[in-house]
């Protein structure tokens, strides 16, 4: 009886996690190589230096970051463009949070429903194509092209 009380709430829990997540938008799949080992914080540190020449090393390949959403700022209506603030919080010290942030670019109709309400979510995001470009916040900041992204919700 606790075997099946346990695969049962094993289960329930898998379903949960599963209707969790909202669908992806944008690309179905990538084909290519996705690059695992960078982060927010890497490319915002890149940013602040203005490695160029690092941020062209990864123009051949898509990166999968992990962040959270700001607001969209719609920059293009038809076709639809909006920019996003993608942030990454790191602890210096028991009261000190540092933000990292990159600027990620949604591009297609797909993204424009998906961007509705997403502010303060986190996000799984696969982009590729980064760029410096100024940021609002003074200095240089990394843009990247959005090929999926997914949020929970």
Known sequence: MKRMMLATAI???ALT???AQSAPAGEPSY???IELGV???GLS??????????????????????????APSVA????????VEFMQG???????LLLHRVFIVFRGEAFRSYLQGSAGKRAVVVARKPTLGPSPHGGYAVYLEVVSARTAS
């Not at 293009?76 to 920019?83: L, T």
């Not at 790191?90 to 000190?96: A, F, L, V």
Request: hydrophobic share 55%.
């Open 11 to 13: 289960a329930a829990l």
């Open 39 to 41: 982060s927010i914080a």
């Open 17 to 19: 996690v599963a209707a």
């Open 31 to 33: 084909v290519g190589r």
């Open 90 to 96: 790191e602890w210096r010290d028991p009261s000190t």
């Open 45 to 70: 540190a890149l940013a602040e230096t203005g490695d160029e020449a690092a941020l062209a090393a990864l123009s051949d390949r898509a990166i999968l970051l992990l962040g959270t959403l700001s």
């Open 76 to 83: 293009v209506d038809e076709p639809f463009e909006a920019v």
